[in-house]
């Protein structure tokens, strides 16, 4: 608990709303000018004009805009108003003029963006990403202040109070949200009548079997074996939490069991909710046996929380490289194999660029 409160200062001065803004900033200079096929020149810029989309939602031949461009351009910049109002909340600044300075800000980085993008072959100035980006700006900016004026005046002193308390409690409870928030991904929730009959279509009510309608899908080793070993490392954190609450002994793995089973039938239970997810009875088999598995390393003896930290790593470990190398049929495919994409982080992005990302990034959290 001691090296707990050392490192929190240092934490959030690194954290600190002003730095992180300042790398979102890059980010999306970075996220913006890829593939940097930038060409200074007369000719470069006088054809990226004629390409422009001059008027706000409408494209140079009369058509409507994507409206998943349209999202992504308003999620990029979400991030940066709600920074930087957080940024002036640790101020006192005046809700007007941090979002008139959210907006301000927004549109000068966007300009910038939109600018150097009349320099490339392949990225094309947009006007209707320049309101956009603007929207987002302002979106976060208020997301922030509600934040930083609610939220963390109200809850902040509560939540470092119970970091301190009960950190392992807390960290519990940020997994189960982060198994939930997976679940749910890409966050395409659907309450569609016809949607949901498909959805029961592809439930698969007995684990390893076939669905309701349809043939039972190939068998995906790598992929549950990283499913029983991620599931071992919750158990893990729960087994955790409730011994530092006093909980021993069979009470102690039977309870961190239930916990996991409950976790996994709720995650399931939403993807009927979820266009392109299947819920299947196989995750609720494994994360039983990878929760009995979790709470037989954790409970077993008189373990602290540090010495579970060799054991959760190598679990992670194998979890990883047992979803990562499927199927696990292994062959050199040449130097032609590594194309830029796999080099160059988000770039396949860029290739097909669309809300989904969200998806990507959430498994990756």
Same mark, same amino acid.
């Given at each position: 608990m001691i090296a707990f409160r050392e490192e929190t200062p240092l934490l959030r001065r690194a954290l600190a709303p002003s730095r992180v803004g300042s790398l979102r900033s890059l980010f999306v200079l970075y996220g913006t000018t890829i593939p940097f096929d930038l060409v200074p020149g007369g000719e470069t810029v006088a054809e990226g004009w004629s390409k422009a989309h001059k008027t706000p939602r409408i494209g140079p031949g009369g058509e409507r805009p994507s409206l998943t461009d349209a999202v992504t351009n308003v999620l990029l910049f979400i991030p940066w108003g709600f920074l930087l109002a957080l940024h002036r909340t640790d101020r006192r600044g005046r809700p007007g003029a941090t979002l008139l300075l959210c907006g301000a800000t927004a549109l000068a980085l966007s300009l910038s963006v939109e600018t150097l993008q009349l320099f490339s072959s392949t990225r094309t100035t947009s006007a209707t990403d320049l309101v956009n980006n603007v929207a987002g700006g302002v979106l976060g900016g208020l997301a922030g202040w509600i934040v930083g004026r609610c939220v963390r005046t109200e809850m902040g002193p509560r939540l470092r109070r119970g970091l301190e308390r009960e950190p392992l409690?807390?960290?519990? +409870?940020? #997994?189960?949200?982060?198994?939930?928030? !997976?679940?749910?991904? *890409?966050? &395409?929730?659907?309450?569609?009548?016809?949607?949901?009959?498909?959805?029961?279509?592809?439930?698969?009510?007995?684990?390893?079997? $076939?669905?309701?309608? %349809?043939?039972?899908?190939?068998?995906? $080793?790598?992929?549950?074996?990283? @499913?029983?070993?991620?599931?071992?490392?919750?158990?893990?954190?729960?087994?955790?939490?409730?011994?530092?609450?006093?909980?021993? %002994?069979?009470?102690?793995?039977?309870?961190? =069991? %239930?916990? #996991? +089973?409950?976790?996994?039938?709720?995650? /399931?239970? #939403?993807?009927?909710? =979820?266009?392109?997810?299947?819920?299947?009875? @196989? @995750?609720?088999?494994?994360?039983? =046996?990878? %929760?009995?598995?979790?709470?037989?390393?954790?409970?077993?003896?008189?373990?602290?929380?540090?010495?579970?930290?060799? *054991?959760?790593?190598?679990?992670?470990?194998?979890?990883?490289?047992?979803?990562?190398? /499927? *199927?696990?049929?292994?062959?050199?495919?040449? !130097?032609?194999?590594?194309? /830029?994409?796999?080099?160059?982080?988000?770039?396949?992005?860029?290739?097909? @660029?669309?809300?989904?990302?969200?998806? &990507?990034?959430?498994?990756? #959290?």
């Open positions: 409690t807390v960290l519990a +409870l940020a #997994v189960a949200i982060g198994v939930l928030l !997976w679940s749910v991904s *890409p966050f &395409d929730l659907t309450l569609d009548v016809d949607d949901l009959k498909s959805s029961i279509k592809t439930l698969r009510p007995v684990p390893f079997g $076939p669905p309701l309608r %349809g043939e039972t899908p190939p068998l995906r $080793p790598g992929k549950q074996v990283a @499913t029983l070993l991620a599931w071992a490392m919750i158990c893990g954190v729960i087994v955790s939490a409730l011994r530092a609450k006093g909980w021993r %002994g069979a009470r102690l793995a039977a309870a961190s =069991v %239930g916990a #996991v +089973l409950l976790l996994a039938v709720a995650s /399931e239970g #939403v993807q009927l909710l =979820v266009r392109g997810r299947a819920t299947d009875a @196989t @995750t609720i088999l494994l994360a039983f =046996v990878g %929760g009995t598995l979790g709470a037989g390393i954790a409970a077993s003896g008189e373990r602290s929380p540090r010495s579970l930290v060799a *054991p959760a790593l190598a679990i992670w470990t194998g979890a990883i490289l047992a979803a990562g190398l /499927e *199927p696990w049929h292994f062959r050199w495919l040449g !130097w032609e194999a590594f194309r /830029e994409h796999h080099l160059l982080p988000f770039l396949h992005y860029f290739e097909r @660029t669309n809300v989904y990302a969200l998806a &990507d990034a959430s498994l990756q #959290v």
